[in-house]
């Protein structure tokens, strides 16, 4: 079973706006990670969050992570059409097997 | 430099036919993993190495796959005989474990499909 459920399945926003998206998890966690995958295309690394952290910023990006609840969000904020992709969120229990969401549609319209 | 290089891109082929699909790893990772995509379940870890040696393949489905890795270079994933429903996304995936990043990256995949 998947550990990682993404929360909306599907979101569609203007340009410009913010775009949140959540991911609960059920076993304890060495670390969260956050993926993007264009079309047809592999799976590209955003950002990583360790267990012992609790937010982090990375350009447009901001991921929180509560490890009390086993929940992470990511938000992008003023999105682009550029942004347009799904999104996963990997949990890492350790040994680097990350076991993914089964993610969020994000389409940006312009 | 160059990425995570798979092939074929895409496949099609007939039902018993053999599969085998191909891998090579960003120079210098030691750890390798095959990951399947569908559309109903998801992102499947298949089969992870470490130093070119399998650690975990719980998630290979059956007996039909099997994969190996003669060096630190080179990956196959291979389906034998193949049927409709292992019709989906394989990616190959590489990292350094035990690097303070964590992070995977992923090849483009190789789109299989079984007639």
């Known amino acids: 079973s998947q550990q990682g459920e993404e929360d909306p399945q599907a979101l569609s926003i203007q340009e410009g706006e913010n775009a949140t998206m959540n991911c609960s998890y059920k076993?304890?966690?060495?670390?969260l990670q956050w993926y993007r995958q264009n079309s047809g295309r592999g799976l590209v690394h955003l950002i990583l969050?360790?267990?012992?952290?609790r937010e982090k910023h990375s350009g447009r990006l901001r991921v929180t992570l509560d490890t009390s609840k086993k929940s992470s969000s990511l938000l992008i904020t003023a999105s682009r059409a550029a942004d347009t992709a799904s999104y996963f969120c990997?949990?890492?229990?350790?040994?680097?097997?990350?076991?993914f969401g089964e993610g969020t549609q994000l389409t940006v319209n312009p | 430099d160059a990425g995570v290089i798979q092939s074929p891109r895409h496949e099609v082929t007939e039902m018993g036919q053999e599969v085998t699909l191909r891998c090579k790893p960003i120079?210098?990772?030691?750890?390798l993993f095959w990951y399947r995509q569908t559309m109903m379940r998801g992102l499947e870890l298949l089969i992870y190495?470490?130093?070119?040696?399998?650690?975990?393949d719980s998630g290979m489905p059956e007996d039909r796959f099997s994969a190996k890795m003669p060096n630190a270079s080179f990956s196959t994933l291979k389906i034998q005989p193949s049927e409709p429903r292992d019709s989906a996304v394989y990616f190959c995936?590489?990292?350094?474990?035990?690097?303070?990043?964590?992070?995977?990256?992923f090849g483009e995949g190789s789109r299989l499909t079984v007639l």
């Open positions: 120079s210098g990772h030691n750890s």
């Open positions: 990997a949990t890492d229990a350790g040994g680097s097997r990350l076991t």
């Open positions: 190495f470490n130093n070119n040696v399998p650690i975990d």
């Open positions: 076993t304890s966690i060495n670390n």
């Open positions: 969050i360790r267990s012992n952290e």
């Open positions: 995936a590489s990292t350094i474990t035990g690097a303070n990043t964590g992070e995977l990256f």
